[in-house]
DNA sequence: GCTTGTGTGCGCGTTTATGCGCGTTAGATT
DNA sequence: AATCTAACGCGCATAAACGCGCACACAAGC
């Protein structure tokens, strides 16, 4: 049996009963658990299933659950960016008014912050909100609209909020870093809330594993020297000279 | 069985029985009572059911009385709700722009609101927007600080946001409902936002089941005359008979 | 024929889920 | 208010599930 029809039919059987365990999808198609494992992790990156402990569920059923518990360890092996979200966490100081932009770093990134005296996070992700909130962070969101894909709030009234604000320090993530490009992003208007974000920050960061050097998004949102990167991993000679850039 | 399913069920039981006891749930479903409890206090974590003292009930209920144990169990909102809510959605009209209020009934609003041509939804809640976002509506959130307990936003920055805004109809639950002392919630700042959020509101619905009439909460957010209220089940007399007072 | 790559199974150490026992706490009863 | 009972949370032990590295098999390409 090929393996592209065994993923098939483990989709078919998980869209048929709702949920299966991973013995009985070893059983019922001949392979052994850790194929199916594989499998599922496969399927559920694709998202066609969501996998759960013990085997599979259809993604309406999975919904809700998943929000903390899958999303918090969906990439948890990346021992670069452990590095890189601890060390930016350490530069956190109490009595400061934190930025936090959206996207995947800067999640984790949260979970290493400290919970220090008089720290208030401001962040445009209503997942991030939720993530500072339930940690026990004073958090405070902006308004505006929320894009579902990115769970990120854009447009005038973002903008807006972030106009009576000031940052202390403040930790973006970037889709692209390039000496020439800057940083870029590949959204209009999550790249106009980032603009305007740094712009009132003082101390900005940029967290990024190193794979991100020498890619260029469409839109840019900031110049290669507006901010500190936090980088880890094999980052291209060129950029590792750069004072601006901190290898973890 | 998944420990996934064994959630979804315990959550369709709360929803359907409006509480069940721990033991309850242990029997009909396998497990011992200890199992029982983290699942509870997983999905009280995730706002999928609400965990008091004896087992769990449903949100809705949750909110009314702060601290209700499981022996008052008048079950039958349950229809009640769907039909309230069911009414309260063919209110909105195409092309509007439309407030959801936090809280627990209009959560179920959520799922019976109709996907129209142009409509925009803007909330408090950060865990009503990603619902709507996931039924694929426009949303906005109004900024400010985020109160853990209730996910809703309060605070200068919401009051602010609001402001830009006019509501063609709006939707808010009320802890409290009475002719004299109005709509009332149990918190300052939450019933600031209502306040405001209904003083740019043209259409305003309230909708609540019925046991919420005569109950007075310490803080007052409208007039009693400033809201259609839409309800169902054992309304008493004295507001049977008001004109903003619909019974569904 | 040799190399390279991919898919699979297996073993191992680690993590997670569950049940049980205990002392503590919250509601109910009087 | 005092007492009683059931529910509760916590820690521990066990078993299942898990991820990962390694080895092997087979196929494709040089």
Not at 149 to 171: K, R, S, W
Request: charged share 25%; with cysteine.
């Amino acid at each position: 049996m090929l393996a592209e029809d065994r993923l098939n039919a483990i989709v078919s059987m998980v869209q048929q009963a709702g949920s299966v365990t991973v013995p009985e999808l070893a059983e019922a198609l001949g392979v052994t658990a850790s194929t199916i494992r594989r499998d599922l992790q496969t399927l559920d990156r694709a998202h066609r299933i969501a996998k759960v402990h013990g085997g599979a569920t259809s993604l309406e059923r999975a919904h809700v659950t998943r929000d903390l518990t899958i999303n918090e360890r969906s990439d948890l092996h990346n021992d670069d960016k452990e590095r890189i979200c601890a060390r930016a966490a350490a530069l956190v100081e109490p009595e400061s008014f934190v930025y936090i932009d959206s996207g995947s770093t800067t999640l984790r990134l949260i979970e290493h912050l400290p919970r220090l005296e008089g720290v208030t996070y401001v962040t445009d992700s209503v997942l991030h909100a939720q993530h500072l909130a339930l940690r026990g962070m004073r958090t405070v969101v902006l308004g505006g609209e929320l894009k579902p894909e990115t769970e990120a709030l854009v447009g005038p009234d973002a903008l807006a909020t972030l106009d009576h604000y000031n940052f202390n320090c403040g930790f973006w993530g970037s889709n692209g870093i390039a000496a020439e490009q800057g940083f870029t992003a590949p959204d209009i208007e999550e790249a106009q809330v980032k603009r305007i974000s740094m712009r009132h920050t003082a101390k900005r960061f940029v967290i990024s594993d190193a794979s991100k050097f020498g890619m260029v998004a469409p839109v840019k949102f900031a110049d290669f020297r507006d901010a500190t990167i936090i980088t880890a991993g094999e980052v291209p000679a060129k950029y590792q000279s750069m004072d601006n850039v901190i290898t973890v």
